[in-house]
T-cell receptor
Framework: AQSVSQHNHHVILSEAASLELGCNYS??????LFWYVQYPGQHLQLLLK??????LVKGIKGFEAEFIKSKFSFNLRKPSVQWSDTAEYFC????????????FGTGTKLQVIP | GAGVSQTPSNKVTEKGKYVELRCDPI?????LYWYRQSLGQGPEFLIY????????DSGLPNDRFFAVRPEGSVSTLKIQRTERGDSAVYLC????????????FGQGTRLTVV
């Protein structure tokens, strides 16, 4: 079965700092990869997704992620964070060719200090 | 509706009681998913419906858990003989179905078993 590892559980940054959240998945087949965000008091929202093609994926609010197949990684990046980026971020994976039984990582709580 | 709606938003029940959690998906979405999120964890897959049928119920933890979607729209997650360990946020998501489609999540039902 596939699994997802997020190594950073809690990250604290000052505004304008750069962000990189690590995500590694475990599965030998072809996968689809996602980052979801959950702002305080809100539901999970899709931030970006990779299905195929360019391994550098750009999402909403200036976020991007790079799929590195050889490293089984899909790290999330943002060059300059804002206080409004304070949220919990979940990396997730599904298998290709079927429905979205999504396997989530444990999440990373990002706190941005003004 | 505009988004996935889950009711109630909060439910407190006594150990041993029966509870029902409701999910109203986005209109026209054929795929519906239930997840459970415990404190400090990412969402954990429970069950997936394609239309009226449960296509994958491999995530249901035991036979106290059951879900239905009789008309292919609203779904109810039913938990019998609740235990304190069932306390979690229960998330519902829906999508148009098929590979590559985004799943939209509801706000969740926070279940507390006392």
């Amino acid at each position: 079965a596939q699994s997802v590892s997020q190594h950073n559980h809690h990250v604290i940054l000052s505004e304008a700092a750069s962000l990189e959240l690590g995500c590694n998945y475990s599965y030998g087949g072809t996968v689809n990869l996602f980052w979801y965000v959950q702002y305080p008091g809100q539901h999970l929202q899709l931030l970006l997704k990779y299905f195929s093609g360019d391994p550098l994926v750009k999402g909403i609010k200036g976020f991007e992620a790079e799929f590195i197949k050889s490293k089984f990684s899909f790290n999330l990046r943002k060059p300059s964070v804002q206080w409004s980026d304070t949220a919990e971020y979940f990396c997730a994976v599904t298998l290709t060719g079927g429905y979205q039984k999504v396997t989530f990582g444990t999440g990373t709580k990002l706190q941005v200090i003004p | 509706g505009a988004g996935v709606s889950q009711t109630p938003s909060n439910k407190v029940t006594e150990k041993g009681k029966y509870v029902e959690l409701r999910c109203d998906p986005i209109s026209g979405h054929t795929a519906l998913y239930w997840y459970r999120q415990s404190l400090g964890q990412g969402p954990e897959f429970l069950i997936y419906f394609q239309g009226t049928g449960a296509a994958d119920d491999s995530g249901l933890p035991n036979d106290r858990f059951f879900a239905v979607r009789p008309e292919g729209s609203v779904s109810t997650l039913k938990i019998q003989r609740t235990e304190r360990g069932d306390s979690a946020v229960y998330l519902c998501a829906s999508s148009k179905g098929g590979d590559g489609t985004e799943a939209f999540f509801g706000q969740g039902t926070r279940l507390t078993v006392v």
